[in-house]
């Protein structure tokens, strides 16, 4: 009988594998902010979401936000499996009123030059 640990990835169901994935991407995220010198590790659990939060939040169906990332409609953390989204980018994108973020990054393009002239 093999450890809990050592189980190879094959004889793992799709949810198992699924909160492995997350349990392993937190702890690389907080990771990366201990490194950048901040104390944002409870901001970065609590911040850092994934498909099924965006749906609830969003009221979307998955079809709709993979729709939406191909485009490039709705902010991502990361495209690879697990999609992460970052809970505050997307509230803050409803608040806008959902921008495109081609427009989005037109817009803070646009800003920068006008603050350097």
Known sequence: MCEEG??????LTVEKYEELMRKL?????????????ENHENKAENDIIFLDDVVRL???RKATIYTKICRFQIPVVSRRRPLTFSREAILQWMKDG?????DTE?????RSVRKAS
């Open 25 to 37: 991407f937190s702890e690389e995220a907080k990771k990366l902010f201990k490194r950048q010198g």
């Open 58 to 60: 969003t009221g979307y």
């Open 98 to 102: 959902k921008p495109s973020l081609i």
């Open 106 to 110: 037109a817009d803070d393009y646009l």
């Open 6 to 11: 050592s189980m190879p990835l094959y004889t």
